[in-house]
DNA sequence: GCCCGGCCATGACATTCGTCAGGTCGAGAC
DNA sequence: GTCTCGACCTGACGAATGTCATGGCCGGGC
C-alpha cells in the first residue's frame, strides 16, 4: 500500500464537484484519481481505478449513493465509503450505517472535514458528523412497506385510484394504508405526511 | 478602483462556501474579503466591506439570494450581483433579472464559470448560464398573488380551513382559489400543483 | 357614461379522501 | 394444536376537497 489515500468522488453538481476535487487533490497525502457525476459512473470509476476511499453525495441521478454502498459492501477489496451530504436526515444515516458505510459527514460542516474524513477513513476508522447524533433521535421509520410505497406514490400527487390501480389494490385498501401512515406520524393528511417522511430521510 | 476584484460570497453550505472561497483567492486578480451563511450576514458583509460583486445562492435561511438582490437594487454604491444556485427554474431566472441581477450561475456547471463570471460582470457584462436559455421557456407564472399563496399554505399541508382562517376567508374561497390554480397548471389536485409551481421556482 | 376583463370573493353541489370496524393469512410462543 | 400478533386487505360512512355558477369591485378602452 502506497503512503498516497487514492479517492473517487461521486457528487452530481459539477461546481462542487471540481471545487472539492481540486482541494483535495492539494493535499500531499490525497489524490482523487477519478470524479463521477452519477452513481452508475461511480460504480464503474471505483471498478477501474481501485481506490482506498469513495467519496459520495447520496442524491445523484442514476444509482443514489446509499446504492452504491449497498452494491460495493459485499464485494472483495472494495474501497471505504465516506458519504457527503446535504440534510441530517436520521433515515440516511440509519441506512448508511446497515451498509457499512465508514463516513457520513455534512457540507454544512468546514471544509476542512472533508480531507480529514478521508483520512480517518483510511486509517481504519469511523467518522460520524456530530450534528447527526441528535438527528438520529427524530426516531426509527414506523411505516410498513406497503405503506411506505403507497405513501410515496402519494407524495407525487397520484390520485388514490390511480395509487390503487399501480399497486393492483381496492381504493379502499390504499385510503386505509394512507390513514394508518397519517396516524403513525401524527399528521393531519397526506402532503403533511409526505412532508414529514421526506424530511426524515424515510421515503 | 484598485486592480483586484473585491468580492462577498454568500452560500450555507459550509463547505461549498469554504471550497468556493478557497478556491476564488487562489486566483491573482480576485479577493474574497468576506463569507456569509445566511441572507442577513450577506447583507451586513456587503453593506460593511463595499465588494464589487457579491456571489451568492438563492436558497439560504434568512433572507434569500432573490431578498438579497432585491433590496440592494435601488442603493447606491450596490455591488453587482452574480446568483450561483442549484436549479434551473425559470422563475428563479425571471425574479433575478427583474431585481437587476448581473449573472446566474448554475452550481452544474464547471468549476471555471465562477471566476469567469466575477471576472466578465466585474466588467461591466452579462453572464446568463446557457442552460437557462431552455427553462427559460417553460413559461410564465400564470397564477395571481393572491392564488400564489394560497398555494403555498396548501403545500405545507395546511387543510382548507386553516388556509381560511389565515388568510381572513371563507373556506369555499380557498377551494375555488385552489380550484383555478389546478385548471391553470393543468394538473389534478392540490399535490400535482403544488410540486409543479415548486419545481418551476414559482412559490 | 358604459362596457369589458381581470381579480377577488362566496355558497351549493359532486367527488375524493380519511376513519372505522371489521376479515384473512402466516410466523412465532406456548 | 391453538393462541396471539402483526402485516395485509376490504367496504361503508362522514369529512375534506374540487367544481361550478354567480356577484362585487376596479381600471382601461371607447
Not at 438520529?136 to 390520485?159: F, I
Request: glycine share 8%; hydrophobic share 45%.
Amino acid at each position: 500500500m502506497s503512503d498516497v489515500i487514492r479517492v473517487v468522488l461521486a457528487e452530481d453538481q459539477g461546481m462542487v464537484r471540481g471545487a472539492f476535487a481540486q482541494l483535495l487533490d492539494l493535499e500531499p497525502d490525497i489524490s482523487v484519481v477519478a470524479t463521477a457525476a452519477d452513481g452508475d459512473a461511480a460504480l464503474r470509476a471505483v471498478r477501474e481505478h481501485r481506490p482506498d476511499v469513495l467519496l459520495t453525495d447520496i442524491e445523484m441521478p442514476g444509482a443514489s449513493g446509499l446504492d452504491l454502498a449497498a452494491r460495493l459492501a459485499d464485494e472483495p477489496d472494495a474501497p471505504r465509503v465516506v458519504v457527503v451530504t446535504t440534510f441530517a436526515r436520521s433515515g440516511y444515516l440509519r441506512r448508511a450505517l446497515d451498509h457499512g458505510v465508514a463516513g457520513y459527514v455534512l457540507k454544512d460542516a468546514p471544509i476542512d472535514r472533508l480531507a480529514d474524513a478521508v483520512r480517518r477513513v483510511h486509517a481504519g476508522g469511523r467518522v460520524i458528523d456530530p450534528e447527526l447524533a441528535v438527528a438520529a433521535w427524530e426516531g426509527t421509520d414506523p411505516m410498513t412497506d406497503r405503506e411506505r410505497e403507497v405513501l410515496r406514490l402519494a407524495a407525487e400527487g397520484l390520485p388514490n385510484a390511480e395509487i390503487a390501480a399501480r399497486l393492483h389494490l381496492a381504493e379502499g385498501t390504499v385510503r386505509n394504508y394512507l390513514s394508518t401512515v397519517i396516524a403513525k406520524l401524527g399528521v393531519r393528511n397526506r402532503v403533511e405526511a409526505a412532508r414529514l417522511a421526506t424530511e426524515r430521510g424515510w421515503l
